[in-house]
């Protein structure tokens, strides 16, 4: 008894110079990390076009020792994507999906710091838009290339097989379902676990927020055309303005969430851009809406999408709109995604590795949230593939303070002026993605 217990304390001894180690190389990555984050910051690019980011983690990725193939993943019309996929086996074990995405978002940044983006690109549609990653994914690529090297580092600590994704178009929800239409298991081997993180600036940077069971909202995207018939803007009577029709729409689908569903069932019905007209004094013969809606369950899906349908026809109809000029309600497939959900067993395991890593006052149980992520379509339909993704703060600690003091939120993501605290987020992701990797492949 004496001897295993004196094996027990070295071999304890000896772990713990191994994480000091691990902890040693995360540190002395820094300062190059913290430049790959601002050169992919400042050379932002949009979904579908991540050629130059994407090309920057199959590079780390190589040089870790990963076997690297890149182009993986195709949309429905035919288009190669941008995913990167690393594999390092490393004996028998688990296979462990680690993602992070790499896509930026189409606005103008307005943060000021020295390596904003100051990039402008055409979109899918072919406009001129500004772009900045106001979502973190910049931070996400650059805590997956020091993940990646650190675990590569660690060979020792850990066993099995690493699959290092670098998903694109996570902002159009569709980057996942690419790589998956593009046999990502058929040709890498399906993982039995997936992790991965989001920065926000809800949390401090130097702690990490983590939640179990159904995480984030399911999203639909919805397109939406209320017809009118045109004619002079000062012969309004002669035809049927869509755009009086569109803003009487607007209006009467807030009461999907206000009358129609259950309040302890959360929904999301928002309008987020809207076009018709050329020339103010041109009544024009249609009106075009873009809609996100966002739930938790298929009867409150079920409930909007009806419901989107059902007030747009009646809107139309009272309008004595004759039956070509119906309006037309489309469910982007393409852009919707299912709820992300956090596996209750895989969430106690990386909590406790969390705790550990970063100390328990630093891991904070956090609530489901509204916004969505399609990290969770690599958990398959049903949720097969047990999966975590937690939340890692990214907010400046005293600057959150002195918001939270004066009862105000900090610029949050998909916003113009949302700012990391570079080096203290970086620190906590790499370290806490790392452990998290290292623990579940014991």
């Excluded at 650190?150 to 020792?156: C, D, H, M, P, Y």
């Excluded at 993704?389 to 002026?417: D, I, M, R």
Aim: proline fraction near 6%; hydrophobic fraction near 40%; include cysteine.
């Amino acid at each position: 008894m004496i001897r295993l217990g004196f094996v027990a304390v070295m071999l304890g001894s000896a772990l713990s110079l191994a994480a000091q180690d691990v902890s040693a190389f995360e540190k002395s990555e820094m300062p190059g990390l913290v430049d790959i984050y601002k050169g992919v910051h400042e050379h932002a690019e949009l979904s579908h076009f991540e050629a130059n980011t994407s090309a920057i983690v199959a590079d780390a990725l190589r040089k870790a020792g990963y076997t690297v193939t890149d182009r993986v993943g195709v949309y429905p019309d035919g288009s190669k994507a941008y995913g990167v996929v690393g594999i390092l086996k490393n004996g028998a074990g688990p296979t462990l999906l680690v993602r992070g995405d790499m896509d930026a978002l189409p606005i103008v940044e307005e943060t000021g710091v020295p390596y904003a983006s100051h990039v402008m690109a055409k979109n899918l549609a072919g406009q001129q838009v500004g772009v900045m990653h106001a979502c973190g994914h910049d931070v996400h690529t650059t805590v997956l290339i020091g993940t990646a090297r650190a675990l590569a580092e660690a060979k020792s600590q850990w066993h099995g097989t690493l699959m290092i994704v670098g998903q694109p178009s996570e902002e159009t929800a569709d980057g996942a379902k690419a790589m998956l239409a593009d046999h990502l298991y058929e040709r890498f081997g399906r993982p039995d676990m997936i992790v991965g993180l989001h920065d926000g600036s809800n949390l401090a940077a130097g702690t990490v927020g983590i939640h179990s069971g159904a995480t984030q909202a399911g999203m639909n995207s919805v397109d939406v055309t209320i017809r009118g018939i045109g004619g002079h803007g000062a012969e309004p009577e002669a035809g049927r303005d869509p755009i009086v029709l569109a803003a009487m729409y607007v209006l009467q689908i807030q009461t999907i969430v206000s009358r129609e569903e259950d309040p302890q069932d959360p929904v999301v019905v928002s309008v987020g851009d809207i076009h018709g007209g050329t020339k103010r004094n041109i009544i024009p013969d249609e009106v075009k809406l873009e809609l996100t809606v966002r739930t938790f369950s298929e009867k409150s899906r079920k409930i909007v999408l009806d419901g989107l349908k059902q007030i747009a026809i009646g809107v139309a109809t009272s309008a004595g709109l004759p039956p070509e000029k119906m309006p037309t309600v489309t469910v982007i497939d393409t852009e919707s995604t299912p709820e992300e959900y956090n596996n209750p067993e895989l969430t106690v395991r990386v909590k406790a590795l969390l705790q550990k890593a970063l100390g328990a006052s630093n891991v904070i149980d956090t609530p489901r949230i509204m916004p969505s992520e399609d990290v969770g379509v690599f958990g398959l339909p049903g949720n097969v593939i047990p999966l975590v993704y937690f939340g890692l703060g990214a907010a400046n600690p005293a600057k959150l303070a002195a918001a939270k003091a004066a009862g105000k939120e900090l610029p949050g993501p998909h916003t113009s002026k949302f700012e990391p605290d570079p080096v203290p987020t970086l620190e906590t992701g790499v370290k806490s993605l790392t452990a998290v990797a290292m623990g579940l492949l014991q």
